[in-house]
């Protein structure tokens, strides 16, 4: 449970229809084996010690009775178990009979909640049996216990020692309606809805029960679990599956397929539930005194040992068709952005400084994809290399080439006897590289392309990606200057997958090939002196690996998590590839960066916010400059 991890399961248990005490055996086995894997919650389906089907059986008082025997079983073997079970069965209260979910933790009922929308069309019949749930909370003794507990809709089964960690109950139907009891839960507080639920399956179905809870998820910010009756409830016309479903925020992080057997397990990340919602304005929260449908339970906190998968690249999906559209939207979004703030100001060109690198090269695809997007020839778009001290022959090559595939006449403009000039000027020793003599260039590079654009009437399109602008790595008032940057938006792992893309599908055999040997190159500002054509100065090697600092970012800024949860995260996302001294180190690297370079961040132009993340200090991120890092830094240091 540290770091807001909660292990949950989900299953269909084997049964026999009316044999409770079968059942709840099965229910048992299933909790036991929950527990040992660490699950600290456990749905079950609909009416599951019973059976759905048993139909006008549960006019039998022998059956209702056996139900609570069973319960009364489950409640005593459970225990010394550290799991929340859910199980369903048929209660007797106020002189009717209610479906209900009953909660069960450590040899105790937490409460009973009864179904709010019963199902009574086409070949469901529920009201024939059962009453809708009742307004408000009771309360009574069932299965032997003589503690009351309480009953009613809306309940929420909070741990005290986590309170993110709380859970709440819908049964089956109360999923389809267009305002489910989980809305008023999760604005209650709850972050993990279990559907106990008997839905049957047949053509469709199986989807429509993955679309309902994986939207259910994502709209109420929440964890979702279906747990759908088995195939031992087939005695009649319909047919059950057992399909099993555990979501989060609007993905499906664990199943069991239709008539498979087993556990469906993983994990939750209720941290992140909550961390979403604190953002949502729109989302709103009870507030008052804890009310009796809020039920407290203790439970150790434990470290949960992670299973669930936790994405390298948390950009972009990792289907390869799916990303591959993704990439497309991408390059659309700001093709389409780049091409309407240049007709909206009249611009007649877009300059582009092109390094043969990777940032560049998108930019360049970018504003060639504007001009065809505004009927423009490629010529408009007025592309520029500027070779310097650290510019390489295979860079250099690189550029000259895309510019001839697109048709973009390329501009070469050499900037050493300008710079050394400047030197002269400022009374910089040449032999000494330091950050003047690095800045210098970009700065000078800088200035040519901005009065160039005066000289066409264009506007300076930059660079720079997030990634650069969430570390600082970028010259102030250099490459970190533009009239609008195109990739502002876009995390430099994000950008070699949009390039990758473009070379893949662009229909050009001859561009593609350029387009992969850029992708080949080393990241480098080439702002020192080559080693004969060998790039000595790899971004990565300095600053670190983008992917890494790409994963801290995500987290860090995203959702806010600590130094110390984004660490374990990245442990695990990166295992076998960074180990823990590495990671540490460039994480560390990266919260010192991020924090000190926001000066940079408030002044950058205008450009398209394209993923969950945007550092522009007008709409997305906003930070004082001169803040202190303290409390980041001493939990970094205890890594």
Same mark, same amino acid.
């Given at each position: 449970?540290?770091?807001?991890?909660?292990?949950?399961?989900?299953?269909?248990?084997?049964?026999?229809?009316?044999?409770?005490?079968?059942?709840?055996?099965?229910?048992?086995? *299933? *909790?036991?084996? *929950?527990?040992?894997?660490?699950?600290?919650?456990?749905?079950?389906?609909?009416?599951?010690?019973?059976?759905?089907?048993?139909?006008?059986?549960?006019?039998?008082?022998?059956?209702?009775?056996?139900?609570?025997?069973?319960?009364?079983?489950?409640?005593?073997?459970?225990?010394?178990?550290?799991?929340?079970?859910?199980?369903?069965?048929?209660?007797?209260?106020?002189?009717?009979?209610?479906?209900?979910?009953?909660?069960?933790?450590?040899?105790?009922?937490?409460?009973?909640?009864?179904?709010?929308?019963?199902?009574?069309?086409?070949?469901?019949?529920?009201?024939?049996?059962?009453?809708?749930?009742? &307004?408000?909370?009771?309360?009574?003794?069932?299965?032997?216990?003589? &503690?009351?507990?309480?009953?009613?809709?809306?309940?929420?089964?909070?741990?005290?020692?986590?309170?993110?960690?709380?859970?709440?109950?819908?049964?089956?139907?109360?999923?389809?309606?267009?305002?489910?009891?989980?809305?008023? %839960?999760?604005?209650?507080?709850?972050?993990?809805?279990?559907?106990?639920?008997?839905?049957?399956?047949?053509?469709?179905?199986?989807?429509?029960?993955?679309?309902?809870?994986?939207?259910?998820?994502?709209?109420?910010?929440?964890?979702?679990?279906?747990?759908?009756?088995?195939?031992?409830?087939?005695?009649?016309?319909?047919?059950?599956?057992?399909?099993?479903?555990?979501?989060?925020?609007?993905?499906?992080?664990?199943?069991?397929?239709?008539?498979?057997?087993?556990?469906?397990?993983?994990?939750?990340?209720?941290?992140?539930?909550?961390?979403?919602?604190?953002?949502?304005?729109?989302?709103?929260?009870?507030?008052?005194?804890?009310?009796?449908?809020?039920?407290?339970?203790? %439970?150790?906190?434990?470290?949960?040992?992670?299973?669930?998968?936790?994405?390298?690249?948390?950009?972009?999906?990792?289907?390869?068709?799916?990303?591959?559209?993704?990439?497309?939207?991408?390059?659309?979004?700001?093709?389409?952005?780049?091409?309407?703030?240049?007709?909206?100001?009249?611009?007649?060109?877009?300059?582009?400084?092109?390094?043969?690198?990777?940032?560049?090269?998108?930019?360049?695809?970018?504003?060639?994809?504007?001009?065809?997007?505004?009927?423009?020839?490629?010529?408009?778009?007025?592309?520029?290399? %500027?070779?310097?001290?650290?510019?390489?022959?295979?860079?250099?090559?690189?550029?000259?080439?895309?510019?001839?595939?697109?048709?973009?006449?390329?501009?070469?403009?050499?900037?050493?006897?300008?710079?050394?000039?400047?030197?002269?000027?400022?009374?910089?020793?040449?032999?000494?590289?330091?950050?003047?003599?690095?800045? *210098?260039?970009?700065?000078?590079?800088?200035?040519?392309?901005?009065?160039?654009?005066?000289?066409?009437?264009?506007?300076?399109? $930059?660079?720079?990606?997030?990634?650069?602008?969430?570390?600082?790595?970028?010259?102030?008032? $250099?490459?970190?200057?533009?009239?609008?940057?195109?990739?502002?938006?876009?995390?430099?792992?994000?950008?070699?997958?949009?390039?990758?893309?473009?070379?893949?599908?662009? $229909?050009?055999?001859?561009?593609?090939?350029?387009?992969?040997?850029?992708?080949?190159?080393?990241?480098?500002?080439?702002?020192?002196?080559?080693?004969?054509?060998?790039?000595?100065?790899?971004?990565?090697?300095?600053?670190?690996?983008?992917?890494?600092?790409?994963?801290?970012?995500?987290?860090?800024?995203?959702?806010?998590?600590?130094?110390?949860?984004?660490?374990?995260?990245?442990?695990?996302?990166?295992?076998?590839?960074?180990?823990?001294?590495?990671?540490?180190?460039?994480?560390?690297?990266?919260?010192?960066?991020?924090?000190?370079?926001?000066?940079?961040?408030?002044?950058?132009?205008?450009?398209?916010?394209?993923?969950?993340?945007?550092?522009?200090?007008?709409?997305?991120?906003?930070?004082?400059?001169?803040?202190?890092?303290?409390?980041?830094?001493?939990?970094?240091?205890?890594?």
């Amino acid at each position: 449970m540290k770091d807001g991890f909660i292990k949950v399961a989900s299953v269909a248990p084997e049964l026999r229809l009316a044999d409770c005490r079968y059942n709840a055996e099965k229910i048992l086995e *299933a *909790a036991r084996q *929950a527990a040992a894997q660490g699950a600290k919650l456990l749905i079950t389906p609909e009416l599951s010690i019973t059976g759905y089907t048993c139909a006008d059986l549960f006019f039998q008082k022998t059956l209702l009775d056996s139900a609570e025997q069973a319960l009364e079983y489950l409640r005593r073997e459970t225990a010394k178990l550290e799991l929340l079970l859910a199980v369903g069965m048929p209660v007797r209260h106020l002189g009717k009979l209610f479906n209900c979910g009953v909660m069960l933790y450590q040899g105790e009922i937490l409460g009973v909640v009864p179904k709010v929308n019963l199902c009574n069309y086409e070949e469901f019949y529920e009201s024939r049996i059962f009453q809708p749930a009742p &307004e408000g909370i009771s309360y009574l003794c069932l299965g032997g216990d003589e &503690e009351y507990a309480p009953f009613g809709p809306g309940q929420r089964f909070a741990c005290r020692e986590n309170p993110d960690f709380t859970v709440g109950l819908e049964i089956c139907e109360d999923l389809w309606v267009p305002v489910s009891p989980a809305a008023e %839960m999760c604005r209650s507080g709850a972050t993990i809805i279990g559907n106990l639920c008997a839905s049957h399956d047949g053509i469709g179905r199986v989807q429509e029960h993955q679309i309902l809870a994986v939207s259910q998820s994502q709209k109420l910010r929440c964890g979702y679990i279906l747990s759908v009756a088995g195939p031992q409830e087939s005695t009649g016309d319909q047919v059950f599956s057992g399909q099993q479903l555990i979501c989060e925020n609007g993905e499906l992080l664990a199943e069991k397929k239709p008539f498979e057997t087993g556990l469906a397990i993983t994990e939750i990340d209720v941290q992140r539930l909550v961390a979403q919602r604190r953002k949502i304005t729109t989302y709103p929260m009870q507030s008052g005194e804890p009310r009796p449908d809020c039920v407290p339970f203790s %439970m150790t906190q434990t470290e949960t040992k992670l299973t669930r998968k936790i994405a390298r690249d948390p950009y972009l999906p990792e289907d390869p068709a799916a990303q591959a559209e993704e990439c497309r939207h991408i390059f659309l979004m700001q093709s389409y952005a780049l091409a309407h703030r240049l007709e909206h100001i009249h611009a007649r060109a877009a300059v582009v400084g092109v390094s043969g690198g990777l940032d560049s090269t998108l930019t360049l695809l970018v504003c060639h994809k504007a001009m065809e997007l505004l009927g423009q020839s490629p010529a408009q778009v007025a592309a520029v290399t %500027m070779p310097c001290f650290g510019t390489t022959s295979r860079t250099r090559s690189n550029a000259e080439l895309l510019c001839r595939e697109l048709g973009i006449p390329m501009r070469c403009i050499p900037i050493g006897s300008a710079v050394e000039q400047h030197f002269a000027d400022i009374g910089h020793d040449p032999a000494d590289h330091n950050v003047t003599f690095e800045n *210098a260039q970009a700065r000078e590079r800088t200035q040519v392309l901005m009065d160039l654009s005066n000289e066409l009437g264009g506007i300076v399109v $930059g660079t720079g990606d997030f990634s650069e602008l969430a570390l600082g790595w970028a010259t102030y008032n $250099g490459d970190h200057m533009s009239m609008y940057g195109v990739n502002a938006g876009i995390p430099k792992t994000q950008i070699r997958q949009v390039v990758r893309w473009y070379a893949e599908s662009c $229909g050009n055999a001859a561009l593609g090939a350029i387009l992969k040997d850029i992708l080949d190159t080393p990241v480098s500002p080439e702002l020192l002196p080559a080693d004969g054509e060998k790039i000595t100065q790899k971004t990565e090697d300095l600053v670190g690996p983008y992917e890494l600092h790409d994963f801290f970012l995500y987290y860090l800024l995203r959702y806010g998590f600590t130094p110390g949860k984004i660490f374990r995260m990245a442990c695990y996302a990166f295992r076998g590839e960074h180990d823990e001294k590495t990671i540490a180190h460039w994480l560390k690297r990266c919260c010192q960066r991020f924090f000190t370079q926001q000066y940079k961040r408030s002044c950058m132009p205008d450009g398209p916010m394209i993923g969950p993340l945007s550092l522009s200090p007008r709409s997305a991120w906003r930070m004082p400059s001169d803040c202190w890092h303290t409390a980041w830094d001493q939990e970094l240091e205890a890594l």
